[in-house]
């Protein structure tokens, strides 16, 4: 069955690095867009980012442009996120999903936990 | 791409029908059909519920349907039951190539 699961998360001081990684399983990976999404504490949901099948494609959010990088491995069945210049409002569980049909977002992952403290 | 607006809270009693709107601009819900929800309980992995809004993915309840008008899209879920707690959250494709997600609605079974 489709499976994604993340990990990577953790505690980082403001303005360091991480980064996160989702494998993929139970369905032929290169053949979808995965997304990153975020939920920080008490708000709700915040796309991220995504990147197209091949990994040509990618965009990002404004709140994370020029600091986050979204990258696969299509050998490996595995998504990353690189992220960087971390500040508190980075400060979420990140989800990892799979893209399907009309931009929806049908498989996600039970969320890494990212805390940007000092 | 601001959030798209939903209303922060809405409840009803078991077996009512409630309706959840997703308010957003030209930008994305008023120019695609690419508009899903999803389904939240706190603590566990969101749900696909709508996609290309109104189409319901294998499995989920014809209790939830979906609908779209100008730039609001709206949930409407009939035959309210207590698993129906939850929050829920829409989301559109952007003219900019991005996606966006609702404010979220937490849904009450009073």
């Known amino acids: 069955q489709v499976k994604v699961v993340e990990s990577g998360g953790g505690l980082v001081k403001p303005r360091g690095s991480l980064r996160l990684s989702c494998a993929a399983s139970?369905?032929?990976?290169?053949?979808?867009?995965m997304i990153w999404i975020r939920q920080a504490p008490g708000k709700g949901l915040e796309w991220v980012s995504h990147?197209?099948?091949?990994?040509?494609?990618?965009n990002y959010a404004d709140s994370v442009k020029g600091r986050f990088s979204i990258s696969r491995d299509n050998a490996k069945n595995s998504l990353y996120l690189q992220m960087n210049s971390l500040t508190d409002e980075d400060t979420a569980v990140y989800y990892c999903?799979?893209?399907?049909?009309?931009?929806?977002?049908?498989?996600w992952g039970q969320g890494t936990p990212v805390t940007v403290s000092s | 791409h601001s959030a798209l607006t939903q209303p922060a809270s809405v409840s009803g009693s078991p077996g009512q029908s409630i309706t959840i709107s997703c308010t957003g601009a030209?930008?994305?819900?008023?120019?695609?059909?690419?508009v899903s929800w999803y389904q939240h309980h706190p603590g566990k992995v969101p749900k696909l519920i709508i996609y290309?809004?109104?189409d319901r993915p294998s499995g989920i309840s014809n209790r939830f349907s979906g609908s779209k008008s100008g730039n609001t899209a709206s949930l409407t879920i009939s035959g309210l039951q207590a698993e129906d707690e939850a929050d829920y959250y829409c989301?559109?494709?952007?003219?900019?190539?991005?996606?966006?997600f609702g404010t979220g609605t937490r849904v009450t079974v009073l």
């Open positions: 999903a799979r893209g399907w049909r009309g931009g929806a977002f049908d498989y």
């Open positions: 139970g369905f032929t990976f290169s053949d979808y867009s």
């Open positions: 990147i197209g099948g091949s990994g040509g494609a990618t």
């Open positions: 030209s930008s994305d819900v008023g120019t695609y059909n690419f």
């Open positions: 290309e809004v109104s």
């Open positions: 989301s559109s494709y952007t003219t900019s190539g991005t996606y966006v």
